[in-house]
């Protein structure tokens, strides 16, 4: 089976999906975080020239920009960066693209896409590790995406551009150098994967919690404790039903999430 670095596999799914949808526009002032120049980078830049709007580094601005955009029949998606200048645009990111498509029961559409590098990573500081998905679990109709696998990047976007939602992509830079098999089964929104059957413990993680979840899996082997994984994907809509079923089966469950333990998609998981 073919392999690919996650970060290939983002970049090649963004360019899959703007030859199959000439709406999907690219705007904001940071082009996929650590990707932004590399080789994988460069032929996408290249081919969608025109499709892709570098602008100042006003986040309010842009994300204003791209709801406009969405609303008027284009589909976004917007680079914010890291996660923590999300918060520099969350009147767009919370109170407008979900609100308006809330507020109109669906009949206003704002297909909108936020991506974003989420997470503690090397030499980021406090400034820059921002871990927002806990609060945007709070925003009504925001769907909040978090692949982990290359397999898995395709099939969230290709999904998440079909609802015609507004979506958060939560992405971490940790993953870019992930490998993993090129092409999987296409996951529904909202569907969690078991990753890992076992029957002693149910470990429950995403983004680039979920790769550590498996290398635990792993050490616990070596100790005779058969670890069961099991990777979100979406943290909105959540699939209580695969977590529940299976810690039903292990009866223990540990969730691995860099969110502040109070109000985070740990402490929703568990409760």
């Known amino acids: 089976m073919a392999t690919t670095m996650f970060g290939q596999a983002k970049i090649k799914a963004v360019g899959d999906i703007m030859r199959a949808d000439k709406r999907v526009v690219i705007i904001g002032g940071a082009g996929f975080g650590g990707l932004?120049?590399?080789?994988?980078?460069?032929?996408?830049?290249?081919?969608?020239?025109?499709?892709?709007?570098?602008?100042?580094?006003?986040?309010?601005?842009?994300?204003?920009?791209?709801?406009?955009?969405?609303?008027?029949?284009?589909?976004?998606?917007?680079?914010?960066?890291?996660?923590?200048?999300?918060?520099?645009?969350?009147?767009?990111?919370?109170?407008?693209?979900?609100?308006?498509?809330?507020?109109?029961?669906g009949k206003v559409k704002v297909p909108v896409m936020f991506h974003a590098l989420v997470g503690i990573r090397i030499s980021g500081a406090a400034q820059h590790s921002a871990r927002p998905q806990a609060m945007l679990m709070q925003a009504a109709v925001l769907q909040v995406i978090a692949?982990?696998?290359?397999?898995?990047?395709?099939?969230?976007?290709?999904?998440?551009?079909?609802?015609?939602?507004p979506t958060f992509w939560i992405d971490h830079p940790l993953l870019f150098e992930e490998t993993?098999?090129?092409?999987?089964?296409?996951?529904?929104?909202?569907?969690?994967?078991?990753?890992?059957?076992?029957?002693?413990?149910?470990?429950?993680?995403?983004?680039?919690?979920?790769?550590?979840?498996?290398?635990?899996?792993?050490?616990?082997?070596?100790?005779?404790?058969?670890?069961?994984?099991i990777d979100l994907r979406t943290l909105t809509p959540l699939d209580t039903d695969t977590i529940c079923e299976s810690v039903r089966k292990t009866g223990r469950l540990v969730v691995a999430d860099e969110c502040y333990p109070a109000a985070s998609v740990a402490s929703e998981v568990a409760a």
């Open 180 to 229: 993993g098999p090129a092409a999987g089964k296409a996951p529904p929104l909202g569907k969690a994967e078991v990753v890992r059957k076992g029957a002693d413990v149910t470990l429950v993680g995403y983004s680039i919690d979920l790769v550590r979840c498996l290398k635990a899996a792993d050490e616990l082997a070596r100790s005779k404790i058969d670890a069961e994984v």
């Open 36 to 105: 932004l120049h590399s080789k994988y980078v460069k032929p996408l830049k290249d081919e969608f020239d025109a499709r892709i709007l570098n602008t100042p580094i006003s986040e309010l601005g842009f994300c204003g920009m791209g709801v406009g955009a969405a609303m008027a029949g284009l589909y976004p998606i917007i680079t914010i960066g890291t996660g923590s200048f999300a918060f520099e645009a969350w009147p767009q990111i919370v109170n407008e693209a979900p609100n308006i498509t809330y507020m109109s029961g």
């Open 147 to 165: 692949p982990s696998r290359a397999s898995d990047v395709k099939p969230l976007l290709e999904a998440a551009v079909k609802s015609e939602r």
